[in-house]
């Protein structure tokens, strides 16, 4: 059964310092991996998609990594704002025509002043 | 341009009463989605509809129901609501993208409440 582990759940970091969320997967054959950010209340925004082929990838203080032999991926924030409190969630394609996609249960981030 | 929107944003229903929840957006997308996420859990898809005049089942189908009514409007039907459907619903679109990934794009989401 495809799954996505994400850890922490829950992370509390003060403002301008830096984090790093943790992605777990078994999902096949993969396809793609996808980071997005939900903040309370609202629809989840896409981060990033990276492919097989791509083992980092970045999108303004946020980077991605893949690793896809081992099955891990990392978001790493930096200089962390108020306004990065929100859940990431790792969210994995299986290459299957179905356009299944696997999404993890996510990790909470509170960015306290 | 508003992207996917959905109605209503709220509701509280009774066990065994129906309703049906609304998705449209104007991206021009051929595929929409509609899933459920509960708290600890992961999203996960009721149903999808990956172009105009078809659906398909996902991994929580049970109790639900769907109609794709044109290219824009996918509907999400509770026939006989039961506690165990209290959850927030999402409504996604996506387009196929080059090298067969695609990404989807979400709804503000329906926080549904059966009591």
């Known amino acids: 059964k495809n799954q996505v582990e994400q850890s922490p759940q829950s992370l509390i970091i003060l403002e301008g310092k830096n984090c790093t969320l943790q992605?777990?997967?078994?999902?096949?054959?993969?396809?793609?991996l996808r980071w997005y950010k939900q903040d309370t209340g609202r629809g989840p925004v896409s981060l990033t998609i990276?492919?097989?082929?791509?083992n980092t990838k970045s999108n303004g203080r946020y980077t991605a990594t893949l690793d896809a032999d081992t099955k891990q991926s990392s978001l790493h924030i930096t200089a962390s704002q108020l306004s990065d409190s929100a859940s990431y969630i790792c969210v994995v394609s299986a290459d299957t025509g179905r356009r299944a996609l696997t999404f993890g249960s996510g990790t909470r981030l509170q960015v306290q002043p | 341009n508003a992207g996917v929107t959905q109605t209503p944003k709220f509701q509280v229903l009774k066990t065994g009463q129906s309703m049906t929840l609304q998705c449209a957006q104007d991206m021009n997308h051929n595929s929409m989605y509609w899933y459920r996420q509960d708290p600890g859990m992961g999203l996960r898809l009721i149903y999808y509809?990956?172009?105009?005049?078809?659906?398909d089942k996902g991994e929580v189908p049970n109790g639900y129901n769907v109609s794709r009514l044109n290219k824009r409007e996918f509907s999400l039907r509770l026939e006989s609501a039961a506690p165990s459907q209290t959850s927030v619903y999402f409504c996604?679109?996506?387009?196929?993208?080059?090298?067969?990934?695609?990404?989807?794009?979400f709804g503000p989401g329906t926080r549904l409440t059966v009591l």
């Open positions: 992605c777990n997967y078994t999902v096949s054959p993969f396809s793609n």
């Open positions: 990276m492919t097989f082929s791509e």
């Open positions: 996604a679109s996506s387009d196929t993208g080059t090298g067969g990934f695609y990404e989807q794009f």
């Open positions: 509809s990956a172009s105009e005049g078809t659906t």
